[in-house]
T-cell receptor
């Protein structure tokens, strides 16, 4: 079973601060995804990283896939209250589009 | 397009009662999934379906049954609810894009079993 471990589990910061969330595994993944889930809603895909060493930017969010394709990170610059939510990393399972999810990082950005 | 919808949004059951959660998607996706989400445990796959008339067990299938009689609908049933099934349930459907499979989630059903 491929496991994904996220850290930290909780993050509480002030508006304007920077932060990084990590997603680690002992297994190699062909790709990794990051989802954001707002309170009372389902997760929504932010990005998919496919190539080892790949860096993708989405406005103030920067996603990186490790060279060995065993880990990924999400960096947020100048966090805003609207970034508050649960961030989940996910890797492809054995078949049929299944995903293995990390346990999530709950981010709270205070005004 | 409505995307993925789930009914009901909230439900309270007594131990031993039964209920069915309905998921519908209008994106013509072949694959559909049911997850449960519990604090600190991410999303765990209960059952999934790779097409109309087919279902398969996921990571935590015990106590649940599913059916996919129509491509757009995926039903999750609890025959005899237990307090351990108190959770938030999410349905998702997926398609294969350029970067692999992307899953689209419904808004969830919050179930409490007393």
């Amino acid at each position: 079973t491929q496991l994904l471990e996220q850290s930290p589990q909780f993050l509480s910061i002030q508006e304007g601060e920077n932060l990084t969330v990590y997603c680690n595994s002992s297994s190699v993944f062909s790709s990794l995804q990051w989802y954001r889930q707002e309170p009372g809603e389902g997760p929504v895909l932010l990005v998919t990283v496919v190539t080892g060493g790949e860096v993708k930017k989405l406005k103030r969010l920067t996603f990186q896939f490790g060279d060995a394709r065993k880990d990924s990170s999400l960096h947020i610059t100048a966090a805003q209250p609207g970034d508050t939510g649960l961030y989940l990393c996910a890797g492809p399972g054995t078949s049929y589009g299944k995903l293995t999810f990390g346990q999530g990082t709950i981010l709270t950005v205070h005004p | 397009n409505a995307g993925v919808t789930q009914t009901p949004k909230f439900r309270v059951l007594k131990t031993g009662q039964s209920m069915t959660l309905l998921c519908a998607q209008d994106m013509n996706h072949e694959y559909m999934y049911w997850y449960r989400q519990d604090p600190g445990m991410g999303l765990r796959l209960i059952h999934y379906s790779v097409g109309e008339g087919t279902t398969a067990k996921g990571e935590v299938p015990d106590g649940y049954n599913v059916s996919r009689l129509k491509k757009q609908n995926f039903l999750l049933g609890l025959e005899s609810a237990a307090p351990s099934q108190t959770s938030v349930y999410f349905c998702a459907s997926s398609y294969k894009g350029a970067g692999g499979y992307e899953q689209f989630f419904g808004p969830g059903t919050r179930l409490t079993v007393l």
